[in-house]
């Protein structure tokens, strides 16, 4: 790949990269939040150095040797690179024009879920709002760790998109969880009960109770919903947490 091009190259993906991280927030689909400085400093990094490789290249230089021209005429440039090369461009230029999709049920259904954490401290009495937001992991926790089954009969509104079941028959409300970006995504699941499977992928806010089956309080209780209403949302800001929905701005 000629110099130019590497240039071009280099000064393309640092503005995507500031054009993502500073005027959208798309850079969320890929990474968390608490990622946006460094992806700011490194799309900042790439266009000085696209620029400054230009200034290089525009200034005037030394005439070259004799012997230099002499091999170029009687030898082979071997400045170039495999054509497949070209195909560092498209990242680069989606960061401006296209977006990639986000993550959703395909990458759901073949992640690894998410351990849920045991719950050393004990469990604060449920707030008396009803129905009671909760995110996947509380319910999850509730369902299966709370032994004073506070969470029975309760009314609780879970927000996630929707995950076909692996055996074609019903499906999982979900949320994709990074860690620290895509390459590590895990998953937390709710069995939903009650409704046809809305399409793939539709964000949701589910109310219901949660669906008796196995001994509540412990790992044989189900993480499940019967549900009373489904209405859809749009996808939140904070999708890729199991967080309270944020609403987009």
């Excluded at 005027?23 to 460094?38: A, E, S």
């Excluded at 604060?124 to 032994?147: C, G, H, I």
């Excluded at 589910?206 to 209405?231: F, I, Y």
Aim: glycine share 8%; charged share 15%; with cysteine.
């Amino acid at each position: 790949m000629k110099r130019p091009v590497q240039t071009l190259l280099l000064t393309l993906t640092g503005i995507g990269l500031l054009h993502t991280a500073l005027f959208t927030d798309t850079y969320l689909r890929y990474v968390k939040p608490g990622l946006r400085p460094p992806l700011i400093v490194s799309g900042a990094v790439l266009l000085l150095l696209g620029l400054a490789a230009a200034a290089v290249r525009g200034a005037p230089g030394p005439t070259a040797p004799d012997d230099h021209e002499h091999g170029h005429e009687h030898g082979h440039d071997h400045s170039g690179a495999p054509r497949i090369a070209w195909l560092l461009f498209l990242p680069a230029i989606s960061l401006l024009f296209y977006a990639p999709p986000a993550l959703g049920a395909y990458t759901a259904a073949r992640s690894n879920a998410k351990p849920v954490a045991v719950q050393k401290k004990g469990f604060a009495p449920l707030p008396a709002t009803s129905p009671l937001p909760l995110t996947l992991t509380e319910f999850t926790k509730r369902v299966q760790q709370d032994r004073s089954g506070a969470i029975k009969n309760r009314t609780v509104q879970l927000t996630g998109f929707v995950t076909p079941a692996e055996d074609g028959d019903g499906w999982y409300l979900t949320r994709i969880i990074f860690t620290c970006c895509a390459a590590d995504s895990q998953t937390v699941k709710i069995r939903v009960y009650g409704t046809e499977a809305p399409p793939a992928n539709t964000w949701l806010a589910v109310t219901g109770t949660w669906h008796p089956r196995g001994a509540l309080g412990t790992r044989s209780a189900q993480a499940a919903l019967d549900t009373k209403d489904t209405h859809p949302i749009a996808q939140p800001v904070n999708a890729y947490t199991d967080d309270l929905p944020l609403t987009p701005s």
